[in-house]
């Protein structure tokens, strides 16, 4: 098995400008978390997916930010515009039983 | 709220120390909880669980007892290696419809030959 598949690894990008994270879980997992971590503030769970579906989005810190999962192998995290404190490294996990959870190795983003 | 609350690190310690890392968690009614492990420049692993009072989740030869009277789960390895330098953090997990990783703020483990 792959393990939980993260796009890309390092992300540098101008302040402003659109932003798109990718996650592809472990097949067979129904359960899908997005996590940022920084030095401030830790591990933050920004949104997880049931089954495709939202089920908690109330760690997605503004309207910048939005998560979809329009299947099943597939989730991404956009931020629009995207801001220097922003920068953070961004983590996508996957389970199937929703308790032990299998994490991405991450994307490291960098907003100047 | 449920929380978890870590130990500050760094720790340093000299290899084959004694490790203990201290965890305590607030919550309410039985969460599973676990040890996750950060190896520079990845993602976390899990480390161990433990799903109800008294289990005591072990790998790789860290142990951690899960303690109701005192709501702690701190981990401990008897003799450290210089290749267990890692972030280390605890969590906890209620599953069904609150489901999610509450994780604590990660304590740096730096072992030196």
């Known amino acids: 098995d792959a393990g939980v598949i993260q796009s890309p690894r390092h992300e540098v990008t101008e302040m402003g400008q659109e932003v798109t994270l990718r996650c592809k879980p472990i097949?067979?997992?129904?359960?899908l978390f997005w996590y940022r971590q920084t030095m401030m503030r830790g591990l933050e769970l920004l949104i997880y997916f049931n089954n495709n579906v939202p089920i908690d989005d109330s760690g997605m810190p503004e309207d910048r930010f939005s998560a979809k999962m329009p299947n099943a192998s597939f989730s991404n995290l956009k931020i629009q515009p995207s801001e220097p404190r922003d920068s953070a490294v961004y983590f996508c996990a996957s389970s199937k039983t929703g308790r032990n959870y299998t994490f991405g190795s991450g994307t490291r983003l960098t907003v100047v | 709220g449920n929380s978890v609350t870590q130990m500050e690190g760094p720790v340093t310690l000299s290899e084959e120390a004694f490790l203990t890392i201290n965890c305590t968690y607030t919550a309410t009614g039985y969460p599973s909880l676990f040890w996750y492990v950060q190896y520079p420049g990845e993602g976390l692993q899990l480390l161990l669980k433990a799903t109800k009072a008294d289990d005591k989740g072990s790998n790789k030869g860290f142990e951690a007892t899960y303690r109701k009277e005192t709501t702690s789960f701190h981990l401990e390895k008897g003799s450290v290696q210089v290749s267990d330098s890692a972030v280390y953090f605890c969590?906890?997990?209620?599953?069904?419809?609150?489901?999610?990783?509450?994780f604590g703020t990660g304590t740096l483990l730096a072992v030196q030959p």
């Open positions: 969590a906890l997990n209620y599953g069904g419809a609150t489901n999610k990783l509450i």
């Open positions: 097949s067979g997992h129904d359960y």
